[in-house]
Each structure stands twice: as structure tokens, then as C-alpha cells.
């Protein structure tokens, strides 16, 4: 079983740096090619590399991602969103839907992933619904990148779970950067989601306790 991974682990990374090289090929065909593009790795959109550059940032640059990680961030918890009434809470079991259009209900599904140890999932779906309110071709880019580093890399801690026919599919859209280069990638967590946690979540003492937590009477005065 550990020799799998091990195989399946150099066969993500082979393809990540196939990646790296068209993402600079089509850069040089633009005449944008980086100045010290001879180190291919630092460049990549998969941070295929623990290299010096990528700790180097520009100033503008830091603030774009610092600020782009506290929208990401969204909500922490169930009491930091907004609360739930015991209507919308009901609602919940008819569909996934109904959990991912209410803002309390994604806040309370984000705190039961956490138990989980996959909230990146939420973060992730998050993220890219974001992405798509931007127009400003700039601010694109440096998002998918973001969004790339935070949850496709293989490096990152955050990393989801994604077969391999969708990373190639990421992989060619980052050779043109647009607000829906993550939305097959989108799709299948939104339904892995669906199918693995919300069923669990339904069934679980943090639903039935926001219940029970709704329907009790306020205190009185």
C-alpha cells in the first residue's frame, strides 16, 4: 500500500512539472517570459519546489495574498456565522442545496468538517466561488494561483482530494488563467461533499444539538 502512494505521489508530481514547462513555453510565446525563468520550478503554478524565490515576495504581492486568506477563510465557526433560525435548520435534511445556500448552514457544515479534518473542502468550494465574482484579469490570476498553491499542490497541507482526470484538466486551463479554471475540480468536491459528509452530518449530535438548541425557549427576562 505505501509503494502505491509512493507511485501515485511521482506520477501527481511528473504531471505538475509537464505543467510548469507548458506554463513557461506559453509564457515565452507572449514574450512574458520571467527573467530568471531558467529555474523552471520557481514559476510553476503547482509549487512543485521549496524554492527560495517562492518565500520572496513582492510587497504588493503579500498583501494581495493576505488579504485574499482572510476572505477565504470565511466563517471559523457556528457562532461567528450567522445564526441559523430553526426554519432554515429543518430545512436541511431535503437537500445538500439547501445546506450550501444558507450562509448559517455552510458556517455549521464548515465547524463539522473541522471535527473531520476536511474542512479544506469547504474552504476550497469557498474560494472558488469567490473567484468567480472577479472580473479584473490581474486579480484572476493571482487568485488561481492562490487557490492553486493553497489546495491543488501536492505540498500543501490543505491539499483536496481530486482524481487525475481533473487535475489535467486544471493544469491545461492554467495556461490561461479565467475566473472557472477550478470549476470541474469545484463539481467533484461539491459532490464528494454531498455523498461522503452532509449524510454524516445529518445524522450527527452537532445537527441534532443545533436542534434542540433552536427549539428551546429564550429565557426568560
Not at 73 to 99: H, Q
Request: aromatic share 8%.
Amino acid at each position: 500500500m505505501g509503494s502505491e502512494r509512493v507511485e501515485m505521489r511521482k506520477r501527481q508530481m511528473q504531471v505538475h512539472q509537464e505543467a510548469a514547462a507548458s506554463v513557461l513555453q506559453a509564457r515565452h510565446r507572449m514574450g512574458n517570459t520571467p527573467t530568471n525563468a531558467s529555474n523552471a520550478c520557481c514559476f510553476c503554478w503547482c509549487c512543485c519546489c521549496s524554492c527560495s524565490c517562492l518565500t520572496v515576495r513582492s510587497e504588493d504581492e503579500t498583501i494581495q495574498r493576505s488579504t485574499f486568506e482572510r476572505r477565504t477563510e470565511g466563517t471559523n465557526n457556528c457562532e461567528e456565522s450567522p445564526k441559523p433560525t430553526l426554519e432554515d435548520a429543518r430545512s436541511w435534511p431535503m437537500s445538500f442545496e439547501k445546506v450550501m445556500k444558507s450562509a448559517a448552514g455552510r458556517g455549521c457544515f464548515r465547524q463539522f468538517l473541522r471535527t473531520e479534518f476536511s474542512e479544506e473542502n469547504m474552504m476550497f468550494w469557498f474560494a472558488c466561488e469567490e473567484l468567480k465574482k472577479e472580473t479584473n484579469k490581474t486579480v484572476v490570476e493571482e487568485k488561481v494561483r492562490q487557490i492553486y498553491e493553497d489546495f491543488i499542490s501536492i505540498l500543501s497541507p490543505k491539499e483536496v482530494s481530486l482524481d487525475s482526470r481533473v487535475r489535467e484538466v486544471i493544469n491545461r486551463n492554467m495556461l490561461e488563467p479565467t475566473s472557472h479554471t477550478f470549476d470541474d475540480a469545484q463539481q467533484q468536491i461539491y459532490t464528494l461533499m454531498q455523498r461522503d459528509s452532509y449524510p454524516r452530518y445529518m445524522n450527527s449530535t452537532a445537527y441534532t444539538d443545533l436542534l434542540k438548541s433552536l427549539e428551546e425557549p429564550p429565557p426568560e427576562p
